[in-house]
T-cell receptor
Framework: DAGITQSPRHKVTETGTPVTLRCHQT?????MYWYRQDPGHGLRLIHY???????DKGEVSDGYSVSRSKTEDFLLTLESATSSQTSVYFC?????????????FGPGTRLTVL | DAKTTQPNSMESNEEEPVHLPCNHS???????IHWYRQLPSQGPEYVIH???SNVNNRMASLAIAEDRKSSTLILHRATLRDAAVYYC?????????FGTGTSLTVIP
């Protein structure tokens, strides 16, 4: 998985609780992304980062926030989890040195919100 | 991405060629077309990408229609290890817009 780890790999939580997912890379890539995968939708971009402290929204960003305080870590936070956020979450990275960029995906985190 | 459509599933016999279609009728002139595949319990992995011309690499070929409204991923000889969900993706800048994917079954 190109030096990408996600933690936790599985999580069950209750509605209304905060949740933070972590993506860690060892590739020193500039770009990092968070996607969610749901049946019938493929993967959809939540947020992405183009550098430390530089982030932008994707197509399904409502209810999510992100932070990137150092190159290797990109955090996704659900401030108050809802059942509609039950999904598999994938982190991806890309180097930003070629056009178009190839994205490399992590193994995923399965989140269940009860 | 509602603008990128793929068949839900396809089957192929082992060692036969496979043609996986994708329609992207609203693609803009600068959008690239990518194909990734996802094996069970893994993240997607890169297969191939192109802009206007047909492309070949060691994994597959990508045939892009002249009007760019459709493309076809070609696996020249399907193996059991090619069984996966194949995603057609439209990219604008660094943003990827995934289709819903085609689940490929390879029959021994």
């Amino acid at each position: 998985d190109a030096g990408i780890t996600q933690s936790p790999r599985h999580k069950v939580t209750e509605t209304g609780t905060p949740v933070t997912l972590r993506c860690h890379q060892t590739e020193n890539h500039r770009y990092m992304y968070w996607y969610r995968q749901d049946p019938g939708h493929g993967l959809r971009l939540i947020h992405y980062s183009y550098g430390v402290k530089d982030t932008d929204k994707g197509e399904v960003s409502d209810g999510y926030s992100v932070s990137r305080s150092k190159t290797e870590d990109f955090l996704l936070t659900l401030e108050s989890a809802t059942s509609s956020q039950t999904s598999v979450y994938f982190c991806a990275i890309s180097g930003g040195l070629e056009w178009p960029d190839t994205q490399y995906f992590g193994p995923g985190t399965r989140l269940t919100v009860l | 991405d509602a603008k990128t459509t793929q068949p839900n599933s396809m089957e192929s016999n082992e060692e036969e060629p496979v043609h996986l279609p994708c329609n992207h009728s609203t693609i803009s002139g600068t959008d690239y077309i990518h194909w990734y595949r996802q094996l069970p319990s893994q993240g997607p992995e890169y297969v191939i990408h192109g802009l206007t011309s047909n492309v070949n690499n060691r994994m597959a070929s990508l045939a892009i229609a002249e009007d760019r409204k459709s493309s076809t991923l070609i696996l020249h000889r399907a193996t059991l290890r090619d069984a996966a969900v194949y995603y057609c993706i439209r990219s604008t800048g660094n943003q990827f817009y995934f289709g819903t994917g085609t689940s490929l079954t390879v029959i021994p």
